[in-house]
């Protein structure tokens, strides 16, 4: 109910005034009312100034304050006229109406400072423009005439001329509060009505009473109004909410209505000279026109320079974190070449999946984030900018300790988001470069971004550029290329390599490798050109062709050879892949196009592609509760192995093979004994894979596994099962495991 207060006192003050030209012209009872309503929102200002903060607190008791005050004179005036059948002028009514003025001008300076933070110059100047032009009109129609009149006494004439003055004070005001922005608010927007509605009234009475005699009229629609709605200000909610950074940026705003008031205010000088031309040819308040004709000049061109300062600083701005942007940090290298610069780039991982799936509102406040990270990071000197996307860069100038320096910007970037109602972990690849050897501003940022896609591709955090990786990259770059065609034309083909059951050595699956024959190189290392599918996004094509290949292979065999068929097929999947959205619809679509059950399947994933990524972790998910088995790959090698196995959608440990070479060696077998230990404690398949020799497979049978993979039972191949009866790999028999 209280969130309705402002609107109810809006419309029962609205009709109140509408209720007061309802009662007889000039009578007690009208004017009695006129009072009431001003006296009436002075307390409701006060009662609501006291539920502010501090400082806008101050700031609405002076508002009430001026607003008791003037309705004091109200009173006053209704003496006279009533009690005393008089109208002095000057009189203590005029005495209360003045001093109202500093007070409600108090009371709005100390809300336009605090919303106008970052604008001082520019709102100034638009206000002086606006002051300046409508000064000019009121000058010479209303406080000239005023001043020109000599049948009144001078005491007299300075007092008639206040009103005009004081007006175009709180005008300026007014103008402040508008050009900063802040009539977004509900608040600030009925406290505009306000002051436009006094404004009003008080200028047309000025006009008015220079040239004839005012009677009770509409212009007190407008003083009565402004009552209500200044106390309307006031009630509403908005007026208590925090200003923050989303609310107020401070970034100048010159939008379409600010503009077309700058454009009246300049125009109003000569508009001024028309109307007086017309009106008395030889009585043209020529000088001042042409004083304020000139000042008007200046002000518009201080604020055009300021306005193309401005947009060269917004040129030279990423406009979503206000970091310097790629061409202000080209500039920046270009001036500190020859000296001892390093540059940092760092990209984000995960962004795209975090777009893609939490929306582009929480991806653009993370950048904000991560922005305001670095710069906390960054030590003074240092220039952190974004360049685009999920791509940010640190210069760092001076030959100091660089990996400290870059060390500092990693740890910033380690802990946790927290954007709105998500918790995010940001994996972040660096490439750092210096501009040794050159005078090429660009290139220490191409340096930095081969070395960035080097810590990419390689897992680390950050990289140091060398000439080296300028060869890579030509090799990948070239590879690349080739991969897009190798992909239309057919060239990939998938291996596969079984897992036994032990002790008999039965082939109860196999793993799915993707194999790829060149018809110039011949069969490419996958650790070749895997690494350059994951940089240039092939791999999320590749790795469905490789899902959908496998999946029809293995309901191929279910069909042939039916209770002599593996039980289950697996299938890698890559960090890429992981990021992408659309890897459970491509999951599901392939099982259905296939017929395969999902049962049949599992999925192969890495703990470098699951771990701080929120986004992998919830596609497993998606993917398992299709039905499809989760294995984590090279268990055991990653830093966080065991804290991982609390979070993630795993039913199968695959056992990495450095465990196993040296497990039939006394005293080296304790790190695979706990694995098996763990994987039972927790329900979990364990795999041991790189099994080469008869005495690892008694080793690890012992132990308590149960299932293997390795060169012992068979090299992957395009049919391992004729490939186990040809080699005769039927165990027992040949193993000894039974014995």
Request: with cysteine.
């Amino acid at each position: 109910m209280r969130s309705k207060a402002w609107l109810w006192w809006t419309v029962a003050g609205t009709l109140v005034t509408g209720g007061y030209f309802l009662l007889p012209a000039g009578s007690l009872t009208r004017s009695l009312v006129y009072n009431a309503i001003g006296t009436v929102s002075a307390v409701v200002m006060l009662a609501a100034a006291r539920r502010n903060d501090r400082g806008r607190r101050v700031a609405w008791l002076l508002s009430a304050a001026g607003t008791g005050v003037w309705s004091a004179g109200d009173f006053c005036y209704t003496y006279f006229v009533f009690g005393l059948h008089h109208e002095p002028f000057p009189s203590v009514a005029d005495v209360c109406y003045l001093s109202a003025y500093p007070l409600l001008m108090g009371g709005l300076l100390i809300l336009v400072r605090g919303r106008s933070a970052g604008q001082g110059r520019a709102a100034v100047i638009d206000a002086s423009i606006v002051a300046t032009g409508i000064g000019l009109v009121l000058w010479v129609f209303v406080m000239q005439p005023i001043a020109a009149d000599g049948t009144t006494s001078v005491v007299a004439r300075a007092i008639a001329l206040a009103y005009p003055a004081a007006d175009i004070l709180l005008l300026t005001l007014v103008v402040r509060l508008l050009v900063a922005g802040a009539a977004r608010d509900t608040s600030v927007r009925l406290l505009v009505v306000a002051l436009c509605l006094l404004l009003g009234a008080d200028v047309a009475y000025s006009v008015v009473s220079a040239y004839t005699t005012y009677d009770e009229g509409v212009f007190d629609a407008g003083w009565l109004l402004s009552y209500v709605f200044w106390a309307a200000a006031a009630l509403h909610p908005s007026v208590r909410a925090p200003i923050t950074a989303d609310r107020d940026d401070g970034r100048p705003r010159f939008g379409r209505l600010r503009l077309a008031l700058l454009a009246c205010s300049s125009l109003l000088a000569p508009a001024v000279l028309l109307v007086q031309g017309f009106q008395h040819p030889r009585h043209v308040e020529w000088l001042a026109v042409g004083g304020c004709a000139g000042v008007l000049f200046l002000l518009v061109v201080v604020r055009m320079d300021g306005l193309v300062r401005e947009v060269r600083t917004l040129a030279m701005c990423d406009d979503l974190t206000g970091l310097p942007n790629r061409r202000e940090l080209e500039q920046r290298i270009r001036a500190g070449l020859g000296a001892a610069a390093h540059v940092a780039l760092i990209d984000l991982d995960d962004f795209k999946a975090i777009n893609d799936r939490l929306g582009h509102g929480v991806g653009d406040r993370l950048l904000v984030a991560v922005a305001a990270r670095l710069t906390g990071a960054a030590r003074g000197g240092d220039t952190v900018a974004r360049l685009g996307g999920d791509e940010f860069a640190v210069l760092l100038p001076g030959a100091g300790d660089v990996e400290a320096r870059v060390g500092a910007l990693e740890a910033a970037l380690a802990e946790p988001f927290t954007v709105g109602p998500h918790r995010l972990l940001v994996r972040a690849s660096i490439g750092v470069a210096d501009s040794a050897g050159t005078d090429d501003p660009f290139e220490p940022l191409r340096r930095a971004d081969v070395a960035m896609y080097a810590a990419k591709e390689t897992g680390g955090r950050h990289v140091r550029y060398t000439s080296e990786l300028d060869v890579q990259a030509t090799r990948w770059a070239e590879l690349g290329a080739e991969l897009r065609g190798a992909l239309d034309e057919g060239q990939f083909f998938l291996v596969y390599q079984p897992i036994v059951a032990l002790p008999e050595g039965r082939t109860v699956g196999v793993e799915a490798l993707v194999r790829w024959r060149h018809p110039a190189r011949g069969l490419v290392d996958p650790a070749e050109f895997v690494p350059v599918a994951e940089h240039n996004g092939l791999i999320v094509e590749l790795g469905a062709w490789t899902l959908r290949e496998a999946c029809t292979r293995m309901q191929h065999w279910r069909r042939t050879l039916g209770a002599d068929a593996p039980e289950k097929m697996s299938v890698n999947v890559s960090a890429r892949q992981l990021s992408e959205p659309d890897l459970p619809r491509t999951v599901a679509a392939v099982l259905a196009e296939t017929g395969l059950p999902a049962s049949c399947l599992t999925i192969e994933v890495t703990e470098t592609a699951v771990f701080d990524s929120t986004v992998a972790l919830d596609t497993l998910r998606a993917v398992k509760l299709l039905g499809v088995r989760i294995a984590l790959d090279d268990f055991g090698t990653g830093h966080s192995s065991l804290g991982l196995l609390r979070i993630a959608p795993v039913d199968v440990l695959k056992v990495d093979k450095s465990f196993v070479d040296d497990v039939a060696i006394p005293g080296r077998a304790a790190i695979p004994q706990a694995l098996i230990e763990v994987s039972n404690h927790l329900g979990l398949t364990a795999i041991a894979e790189g099994v080469e020799t008869v005495g690892q497979a008694k080793a690890l049978y012992a132990m308590g596994y149960r299932y293997v993979q390795g060169f012992l039972f068979g090299h992957p191949a395009p049919d391992p099962l004729a490939h186990l009866h040809d080699l005769g790999v039927v165990v027992p028999a040949s193993s000894g495991l039974d014995g």
